[in-house]
């Protein structure tokens, strides 16, 4: 199989850390603006700071997450670092797939019901049962999975060669 040139690898390297970084940091201001919710005066308000949840989701985390899968496949495909030669690279596989697969059949749908709730209700979507538990969830879910993307920047970094799958 061709190897990248050094060149093509930085270039590489560069645009899966960005796609990394926002996809992280878009994870931290979703759920710092859930907290906006608390002081808001109307319903339009509520629906519109739902939007922008939406259209942070799937403007921006969910191509940086892409972009991250397939930045981490043409490395592993291209490069001497392999799939599976490392647990580190293993468990960042595991975790980009798992974490893509959890935002879309749980999460982002979650967000749309959320979206359609706020815009139906207003302001009485904060008290209805079902909007409620789509908020808990979605932000409990999203800090899991935005702490174990965190958590797999320091393993990229550090790769410990304690993660064993075999």
């Known amino acids: 199989m061709k190897q990248l040139s050094l060149n093509q690898r930085k270039w590489l390297k560069s645009i899966h850390l960005i796609a990394a970084g926002v996809w992280i940091t878009t994870g931290v201001v979703m759920f710092i603006v859930h907290f906006i919710g608390y002081d808001l005066k109307s319903g339009n308000e509520l629906h519109l700071l739902n939007r922008i949840i939406y259209f942070i989701d799937m403007k921006i985390l969910v191509p940086s997450a892409v972009t991250c899968l397939l930045t981490g496949w043409v490395y592993s495909q291209f490069t001497k670092w392999g799939y599976f030669k490392h647990g580190w ?4 596989w595991i975790i980009t ?15 749309s019901n959320m979206v359609e709730i706020s815009g139906n209700l207003g302001l009485d979507a904060l008290s209805n049962p079902d909007y409620q538990w789509y908020s808990q969830y979605h932000i409990t879910l999203g800090l899991l999975m935005t702490g174990t993307l965190i958590t797999t920047v320091f393993i990229s970094v550090f790769k410990p060669k304690t993660i064993k799958f075999w």
């Open 97 to 111: 797939v798992l974490i893509i697969t959890l935002g879309t059949i749980f999460s982002g749908p979650w967000i």
């Open 89 to 92: 690279i293993t468990f960042k």
